[in-house]
């Protein structure tokens, strides 16, 4: 059974840095893509940043040049570094797998996310809280 275990949350204050991991276990395909999600209050769940089992990334605009994704097949780790931090980012942030992509046309509705080609992602963390100030 696929698990996805979250961690690294917090509070800082704008312009701070934070680090989330996600430790994932269960299946051996290093291809599956991965990635995290937020949802920020009062809104819908929303893609943040994706990464191919080859290390091919892909960022939302609101964060590109401020976060940074990797993963460490062999560690099982994925990694979101969040520099630049601003009160909008502030969220519950889920990480995410399914062994098809997701990133630029993946789209989440009623509770719900949906890789680039409209299936749904399926395998999902239980999602770190984290807090900007400003």
């Known amino acids: 059974q696929v698990q996805l275990v979250e961690s690294g949350g917090g509070s800082v204050q704008a312009g701070g840095s934070l680090s989330l991991s996600c430790e994932f276990s269960?299946?051996?395909?290093?291809?599956?893509?991965m990635g995290w999600f937020r949802q920020r209050p009062g809104m819908e769940r929303e893609g943040v940043a994706s990464i191919s089992g080859d290390g091919d990334t892909y960022y939302a605009n609101s964060v590109k040049g401020r976060f940074t994704l990797s993963r460490d097949n062999a560690k099982k780790t994925l990694r979101l570094q969040m520099n630049n931090l601003q009160p909008e980012d502030t969220a519950n942030y889920s990480c995410?797998?399914?062994?098809?992509?997701?990133?630029?046309?993946?789209?989440?509705?009623?509770?719900?996310?949906?890789?680039?080609?409209?299936?749904?992602?399926?395998?999902w963390g239980q999602g770190t809280q984290v807090t900007v100030s400003s």
């Open positions: 995410a797998a399914a062994p098809t992509p997701f990133g630029p046309r993946s789209y989440c509705s009623a509770g719900l996310c949906y890789g680039n080609d409209g299936r749904p992602i399926g395998f």
């Open positions: 269960g299946y051996t395909d290093s291809n599956y893509y």
